[in-house]
């Protein structure tokens, strides 16, 4: 949370200077608060380990957030209890008409298929255009964000020639972005993916800034000029153990599958995986609620 202090104190522009984030006495008299409306569209298959991953970096933060959980009416997975869907997930044409604070799109893995191959892609489409009217912020995910800059800014991803597995160091682009208040000079961030964007494709779209880059991984963090859509190409938001159990899984299928580079000690998976991606991960998403969901939309979301 900012750090309430009086309209006219000296150290005011100094903190700002170095990027930290005051509120004047008049702001601060002025606000008024609410619990915040959190939308996640989940489109992963496991979609219990997903939503509780999402939770876990959405509650580390004094606001409070009223979560929604949305899945797709056109395709429905196998892999969760239908009892937990009906119990706590709905559908787009239950939530049209209503406006939300923000919004995140998780990744799904069907990157390797065309995004008009996808079964749910015209409803993606419905989704993602009532955002522009009906969520202040959206944050795409891993193929979420892949699927927003292409169905919002016509950027492709293109394929790669290996599976990309890993935790990468990351460095960021435009150190006064509020979206990276607080981070080292390197962090790092696990990455599970055939496709990327690249870097020249996001720079000739006036309409986008890209915010973070890695030299392994590529484009990392990108934003629309008015801050309203945020696109993460990897996944800060996974436990410990996530790359370790999908390297399993694939060996016991017979699938090709490379060690995850710099997760296990000295490559080798018997060992315990480092975490290194944690704190950047939290500090990710609470200044993304913080500065682009709470301090900046509107009171009454029927003024979206």
């Not at 957030?65 to 937990?84: C, F, K, R, W």
């Not at 069907?110 to 009906?134: G, R």
């Not at 990276?180 to 000739?204: I, L, M, N």
Request: glycine share 4%; aromatic share 12%; with cysteine.
């Amino acid at each position: 949370m900012p750090i309430r202090i009086p309209d006219a104190l000296p150290a005011r522009e100094l903190l700002e200077a170095e990027n930290i984030f005051t509120m004047t006495e008049y702001r601060a008299f002025h606000q008024d608060i609410r619990p915040l409306n959190l939308l996640i569209l989940n489109l992963m298959p496991t979609k219990i380990v997903t939503e509780t991953q999402l939770l876990r970096k959405l509650s580390n933060t004094p606001l409070q957030i009223q979560v929604e959980l949305l899945q797709t009416a056109s395709y429905l997975g196998h892999n969760t209890d239908p009892s937990h869907l009906e119990a706590f997930y709905t559908t787009f044409d239950a939530i049209r008409d209503r406006k939300y604070d923000g919004m995140i799109i998780t990744g799904a893995p069907v990157e390797n298929l065309d995004f008009q191959q996808v079964d749910y892609w015209p409803e993606l489409c419905a989704i993602m255009d009532w955002s522009k009217t009906h969520v202040h912020s959206t944050l795409h995910i891993c193929w979420g964000a892949q699927a927003g800059l292409f169905y919002h800014y016509g950027i492709p991803k293109r394929a790669l020639r290996e599976k990309l597995f890993g935790v990468f160091p990351h460095r960021v682009l435009r150190p006064n972005s509020p979206l990276f208040r607080g981070f080292d000079d390197v962090f790092y961030v696990p990455h599970s993916r055939y496709t990327e964007v690249w870097e020249e494709d996001v720079r000739v779209a006036p309409e986008l800034e890209l915010l973070a880059v890695s030299e392994e991984a590529g484009v990392f963090a990108v934003k629309s000029q008015d801050n309203r859509q945020f696109f993460l190409t990897g996944h800060p938001e996974y436990d410990p153990e996530t790359l370790a159990l999908e390297y399993r899984r694939d060996v016991e299928k017979g699938l090709p599958i490379a060690v995850p580079k710099h997760y296990f000690p000295d490559d080798d998976p018997a060992k315990t995986p480092v975490v290194r991606w944690r704190s950047a991960a939290q500090l990710l998403y609470t200044n993304w609620l913080n500065y682009y969901v709470y301090q900046t939309t509107p009171y009454d979301l029927r003024k979206l």
